[in-house]
């Protein structure tokens, strides 16, 4: 019987929050002043894909874990 009455639960969750996204989506047609506006709502910014720049911050971690092992370079 508790499953039954988790399961319900579980399908309003689910249908609530698609109903959510429903919403959402014909606001944002309803707001938009044209179908172009609309669409470049649901296009994700790209993402960037350049490689991170070496900040040190390894060279310092090395250092740390020496000074903590009470190693010290000559």
Known sequence: MIYLIVLLILLQVG???LY??????LLDRIMSRSFD???N???KPEENHLEPEDD????????KEEIINGKEED
Request: glycine residues 4%; aromatic residues 14%; without cysteine.
């Open 56 to 63: 040190g911050t390894e060279e310092l971690e090395v250092a």
């Open 41 to 43: 709502l649901n296009v």
């Open 37 to 39: 506006e609309f669409k």
């Open 20 to 25: 959510f996204k429903e919403r959402q989506e």
């Open 15 to 17: 249908r609530e929050y």
